[in-house]
């Protein structure tokens, strides 16, 4: 169940009600005080911050329990997870202060002349003469956020920002929220095109399916730059990092197993790609109508892709038709499709990656006694497929070595660096991906992506480190 932290400014009339009524009106509505701050005291009456932990379902009664007092006034409520957002989680800094004339005749005019002329005549100079050799955008249109759909740009700007923020803490590299107000597939890759000249690189980010698989397909023909749809390639990276450390704790290979892959959108399209590229030989993706199945005709581009692969079976169903002797399943789809009795049919040894957030496709208490390795996509529970410990690395290696794109070798030499950080001693069941906040995460996925970058002549410079 999901927790939050909400502030209750309450004013007491110390004649009507005392602060343990206040304790006992929380506790009965389902809150945990964690702290009291007095923000007024005295002697009739007194004002309080009184931090509550709650069920955010439970979140409405404590505040109501608390209204609905004689001698209380409730003067606001503040969660905070809301306060850390407050006046946007990120802001630029210049690298030096502006003292005197000299300053600013270097930084700007007349002395930044030069500078501009310098990138005029040499267009690759403005890697080492601005900020493009460290910078990414992150652009979204807000139709495809978290579990929330679509949104539209400016309710999707905190997650943008937020991830802004990760890319910065974990990899050092400055990121920037674009939001666009637009759901029209040309103007979204005209308009990333117009301001790609002073980016690094490009994150897509929470873009509808299909027409996310047109845009950044275009946008990496038609830019040097790298372009990486996270929500596709991110989750594939570090799925197929967690995928590769199960087989390894239940004694299986890749070409050896059934894989069966649920929800055949973004992510889903990017899993079985990822999967074929591993080595995978028996794959069933299924999508709400069924399997797809190979020879098989559909209206979904990339459907047919799939359909026409080899490693791709022929048998025809829903999903808890061809789950039976399944050795792998992995959901990126919906919550609530499978109930322990489907898990059973597996075959033995089973790997489950039940990704659907926030309610995975199975019940993790009841598929837990049923399965070898389980992952989800939350972080209450081990194993958890976050796309944070691909992206930053990707990109701080794909920077640093200037690369033009982000290709399939890169993103599987990726995955291995991601799956490499969890050693044999420490790989168990319930540890089978390392934590994002892992120092060795980003520098081994970098060192993964320049290295493949290199060898398959997308790299424009070789950094230091690899001389």
Known sequence: MAQTSIIIRLELDHGKVTFGDVASAISTAGGDITSIDVIRPGLDSSVRDITVDVAESAEADVVEALRQREGMKLINVSDRTFLVHLGGKIAMQPTMPIRNRDDLSKVYTPGVAKVCAAIHDHPNKAYSLTIKRNTVAVVTDGTAVLGLGDIGPHAAAPVMEGKAMLFKQLAGVDAFPICLDTKDTEEIIRTVKAISPIFGGINLEDIASPRCFEIETRLAEELDIPVFHDDQHGTAVVLLAGLLNALKVVGKRIDQVRIVVNGIGAAGVSVCKMLLAAGAKRLVPVDRDGAIVRGGSYEQPMWNWLAAQPQVEATEGGLKDVLPGADVFIGVSRGGLLAAADIRTMAPDRIVFALANPRPEVDPEEALPHVRVLATG?????????????????????????????????????????????????LNEQYIIPSIFNELVVTKVRHAIIEAAILTGTARRIPPDFR
């Not at 972080?379 to 958890?384: G, I, M, R």
């Not at 070798?409 to 950080?421: D, F, H, T």
């Open 378 to 426: 939350r972080s209450d529970y081990p194993n958890q497929i976050n796309n944070v410990l691909a992206f930053p690395g990707i990109f701080r290696g794909a920077l640093d070595c200037r690369a033009r794109a982000i290709n399939e070798p890169m993103k599987l030499a990726a995955a291995r660096a991601i799956a490499s950080v969890v050693t044999d001693s420490d």
